[in-house]
């Protein structure tokens, strides 16, 4: 009655031209981010450029020996910005999962209020958000140090995680779980062999704009990291004004990651899976 | 093998609404298929949760072979259930699909995948170890659900609407295919469906709910025949209704007096209830009136009649031979066996909840 498996007709032609257009679209944003970085970089690399001269008129490495050099702390104050965006993307997955899947799965009173109580960070100006959380920070000491300005920094992560996750889980169905574990298996199993596998594209997303929400964060950094945490951002800033060839030149580097998430995501975010349907849900 | 016994079992999901299964009792005999009957919204999938421990019962108590098994985990219980909508994870493959619960018991791997194939071969669905769940037709589907199932060998098999999204043919196949599954295996089942025609069928005994209350318990034909309430007999349909007035083995009613020894009801108003099949054309003699042919259909196997009896209109169903013996407008007798009426309250709320015919 049954045949032995084929590969079912119509699929290998549909995948190739879903594939061209991923890789068209990608490269189209990629476009988009890199041409702004053309003229950063040949900031970094000029020496004197005048107007109305197109390019330079001369070239030099001083601003990537600067960018370098230990005496403005350009590695320190990247290692900085990793760790607390790292730190930040941690907490956010911690604490958005679990309230994503409670949001996503349950229907309670008030879950649309709760929906705009979490949005609000997004649509309140942080700096608003930020001004009111400043002054109890400084009483708890959390002014000043590397673990306030994360804590900070997950008023615009932890909503976006929570609402990425609420996507996903509404598009989930929690009988899998009971299903798995009448074969057999255990609460954790559970979670790893069935819930794991279904969220973690939506997870993947959710943790890679998480870190580039924190790397990118100016105003909230600058407030509670009150001069003492310096972060790329930070940096960037200070050398705007002043020296444009360094600034070009920390913009390469500070722009980077972006491009990397952007690569590393392609897949979650255009591929066959739900993992930014929260986006659409809200 | 394991006998489950029922014992005022009782869901309330949310104090406004009538409890979803409510003060149940069932004695599920150990390796027989018992269906699990009733509309939709009844609370049969939510009994069979209970049963497998993915939902905690609010009053009451599930024994297997005696014991509570209330304390005892969902992966602990042996009792497995199948899923309407199938619920392969869309993840793994079909072999890894079928294996998942040897493996989460910790079995070897090469004896996973010899159980597996065994399996396959036990569903008709040899050679489909490396396909993905979306490459199969729900029919295929339900198959690999259910090897899914019986590899770990459970005491008790849950089936929740295993046939309900299948096309006509497929659900033949899948019938034929369970029935032979369970006889061979022993396995104590409980089936849940919609269909009465499905329920008495496949199972050996059935129990049927109407929001959430258990109505009658019994083997199938004792549905069409001894239907304890007006409200069974109708979701079984097809049946005549006479009301009337009973008393000490006679029905009176508007069209004349039946002896009725079967009555479910003290003396008292009731109901006259008589499947189409059991009206006798043509018979005169005890329990018979006088009736006129208003229309017929000949259906092939059967034969179907339209008869006024004074003001009432019944349905009777005979041979398909007697087709010519009766014209529309005939006068004939007509007559019920009073051993094939069967005398209801006259109407539901009169019956004990749970009543079972003796
Ligand atoms: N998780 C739940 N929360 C609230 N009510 C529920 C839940 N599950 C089922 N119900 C309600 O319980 C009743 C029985 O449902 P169910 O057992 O699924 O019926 P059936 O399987 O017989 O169609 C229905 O009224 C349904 O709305
Ligand atoms: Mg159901």
């Known amino acids: 009655m049954t045949t032995a498996p084929a590969p079912l007709p119509g699929i290998a032609p549909r995948t190739i031209g879903r594939t061209t257009l991923r890789w068209a679209g990608i490269m189209g944003l990629l476009a988009f981010l890199v041409a702004p970085m053309v003229p950063l970089f040949i900031w970094s690399i000029s020496f004197r450029w005048f107007y109305p001269d197109i390019l330079p008129s001369e070239y030099s490495a001083r601003a990537w020996e600067q960018v370098i050099s230990p005496t403005n702390n350009v590695i320190g104050a990247t290692g900085q910005t990793t760790l607390i965006a790292l730190l930040c993307t941690v907490l956010s997955v911690l604490l958005g999962v679990p309230a994503g899947r409670a949001l996503g799965l349950h229907n309670f009173k008030g879950k649309r209020i709760v929906e705009v109580l979490i949005l609000a960070p997004i649509i309140v100006p942080g700096l608003a958000v930020v001004l009111g959380i400043d002054t109890m920070f400084i009483r708890y000491g959390l002014s000043g140090n590397i673990l306030g300005v994360t804590l900070v920094h997950l008023v615009p992560t932890l909503p976006y995680m929570t609402l990425v996750m609420s996507g996903v889980y509404a598009n989930y169905d929690v009988d899998y779980e009971l299903q798995a574990r009448s074969l057999g298996a255990g609460r954790w199993a559970t979670q790893r062999y069935v819930t794991l596998p279904a969220v973690f594209p939506g997870v993947v997303v959710g943790a890679l704009f998480t870190f580039l929400i924190s790397w990118s964060q100016y105003v909230l950094t600058l407030l509670i990291g009150d001069g003492q945490v310096e972060t790329l951002p930070i940096l960037l800033f200070n050398f705007a004004r002043s020296e444009p060839a360094i600034a070009g030149a920390l913009s390469v580097v500070f722009i980077l990651p972006g491009i990397l998430v952007l690569l590393l995501s392609s897949k979650y975010l255009s591929g066959d899976s739900a993992a930014v349907g929260g986006i659409g849900n809200i | ?358």
């Not at chain 2, 489950?4 to 149940?24: E, M, R, W």
């Not at chain 2, 079984?236 to 079967?262: C, D, L, Q, V, W």
């Open chain 2, 1 to 358: 093998m394991t006998q489950v016994t029922l014992s005022g079992l009782t869901k309330i999901f949310d104090q406004k609404s009538p409890p979803a299964v409510d003060n149940l009792d069932l004695e599920i005999e150990s390796g027989k298929l018992t269906a699990l009957l009733g509309p939709s919204g009844c609370g049969k999938t939510t009994t069979m949760k209970m049963i497998a421990g993915l939902l905690r019962p609010t009053a009451g108590d599930i024994l297997f072979d005696g014991d509570s098994i209330l304390s005892i985990k969902p992966e602990e219980r042996g009792a497995v259930m199948v899923f309407q909508n199938y619920l392969l994870f869309p993840y793994m493959n079909i072999a890894d699909n079928i294996g998942f619960g040897l493996k989460m018991r910790k079995v070897n791997k090469k004896e996973i995948r010899s159980r597996v194939e065994d399996m396959l071969d036990l569903v008709q669905l040899p050679g489909f170890e490396d396909r993905k769940p979306n490459q199969l037709s729900g029919g295929q589907q339900q198959r690999i659900a259910l090897a899914r199932a019986l590899i770990v060998q459970p005491n008790v098999l849950l089936l929740d609407e295993p046939l309900s999204n299948l096309d006509a043919h497929l659900r033949d196949e899948m019938r034929v295919l369970i029935r032979r599954i369970q006889t061979e295996m022993g396995i104590t089942t409980v089936f849940v469906t919609h269909d009465q025609e499905e329920a008495v069928v496949l199972a050996d005994k059935v129990a049927l709910l109407f929001d959430g209350r258990l109505q009658q318990f019994d083997a199938p034909d004792s549905f069409y025949d001894t239907p304890n309430t007006v409200d069974i007999a109708t979701f079984f349909g097809g049946t005549n209704f006479i009301p009337g007035r009973y008393e000490s083995g006679e029905m009176t009613t508007a069209i004349g007096k039946f002896r009725a020894p079967h009555s479910l009801v003290p003396e008292g108003d009731a109901v006259l209830s008589i499947r189409p099949e059991a009206v006798d054309l043509g018979e005169g003699g005890e329990n018979s009136v006088s009736g006129t042919v208003l229309s017929h259909v000949y259906a092939g196997r059967y034969a179907r009649f339209q008869i006024r009896i004074g003001n009432i209109e019944i349905e009777a169903v005979t041979e398909p031979g007697q087709v010519k013996l009766f014209a529309d407008g005939d006068n004939i007798p007509v007559r019920f066996d009073p051993d094939k009426i069967w005398v209801l309250g006259p109407n539901a709320a009169e019956q004990p909840a749970g009543a079972t015919t003796a």
